[in-house]
Nanobody, 115 residues
Framework: VQLQASGGGLVQSGGSLKLSCAAS????????TGWYRQAPGKQRELVAV???????TYVDSVKDRFTISRDSAKNTVNLQMTSLKPEDTAVYYC??????????WGQGTLVTVSS
């Protein structure tokens, strides 16, 4: 199974983008689905995650600006980003974790926020 992330691009500060991540097949026993990001020269960090029960968690820096959602029927997970800031600039990766310990990563999509 492969994850395909899309929706990145260049946006001005204060703007919005919606990232989507689609799985090429069905992944069984998903425990959580999330979005990570990695800015130049920095470590990859968790941005948002949604559990199999539907509970979302966000890193403090994106709370009230980003919303994670999933569509299980379509095998997709989305990240709606609003009020974007230059510090949100990074490559964003989607991630799926299973109860069996497997982890799947998307290829990354670049988000650039200009000031």
């Amino acid at each position: 199974v492969q994850l395909q992330a899309s929706g990145g691009g260049l946006v001005q500060s204060g703007g919005s983008l919606k990232l989507s991540c689609a799985a090429s097949g069905r992944i069984l026993s998903i425990s959580a689905t999330g979005w990570y990001r990695q800015a130049p020269g920095k470590q990859r960090e968790l941005v948002a995650v949604i559990t199999s029960g539907g509970r979302p968690t966000y890193v403090d820096s994106v709370k009230d600006r980003f919303t994670i959602s999933r569509d299980s029927a379509k095998n997709t997970v989305n990240l709606q980003m609003t009020s974007l800031k230059p510090e949100d600039t990074a490559v964003y990766y989607c991630n799926v974790a299973t109860y069996h310990g497997s982890t799947f990563w998307g290829q990354g999509t670049l988000v650039t926020v200009s000031s």
